[in-house]
């Protein structure tokens, strides 16, 4: 039986990284939801402050705001390395296979970390999940780099 997915049959990399940046944009795009009146276009950076005065929210809601921001920031941060990863693999030329199914690994890392962050961290016992979330993602990234060299040697 043939696989759902041919992994080798063209290289889609490229593609992850418009995505990768999209996902940064998704926690961003809820926590403005969920602020509401309180986001101001002019000052978006005061957003959590105008939230925090606002008494119609409760702390369970600035607190979600709060993480959201939190992911969407950590998406941002981590971006520049990744879609330097994707970059150095592809001029090393990594196979089309490995390189397709790293980085669609890491951009399902990032749909995961982005829902155990906003959604997930309300429970105290789900909060150790993130960071090994995050550690993969990262793992995922330096691996790229790694068949990169090792494709280089």
């Known amino acids: 039986m043939a696989a759902l997915l041919d992994f080798n049959s063209a290289n889609w990399s490229y593609y992850t990284i418009p995505a990768a940046f999209l996902l940064c944009m998704v926690p961003h795009a809820y926590g403005i939801g969920l602020a509401g009146k309180n986001y ?46 994707v970059v150095a693999a592809n001029a090393a030329r990594v196979p089309a296979g490995r390189l397709n199914k790293l980085t669609l690994a890491y951009v399902l890392s990032r749909v995961v970390y982005n829902y155990v962050y906003v959604a997930l961290q309300d429970n105290a016992r789900m909060a150790s999940v993130r960071p090994f979330v995050w550690m993969a993602g990262i793992g995922i990234i330096m691996t790229l780099f790694v068949s990169a060299g090792k494709a280089l040697n």
Do not use: M, Q, V
């Open 40 to 85: 101001d276009l002019g000052n978006p950076r005061k957003t959590e402050e105008h939230c925090a005065k606002d008494t119609t929210l409760n702390k369970a809601t600035l607190r979600r705001i709060s993480r959201a921001k939190a992911a969407a920031a950590n998406g941002f941060e981590t971006i520049g390395l990744y879609a330097a990863a």
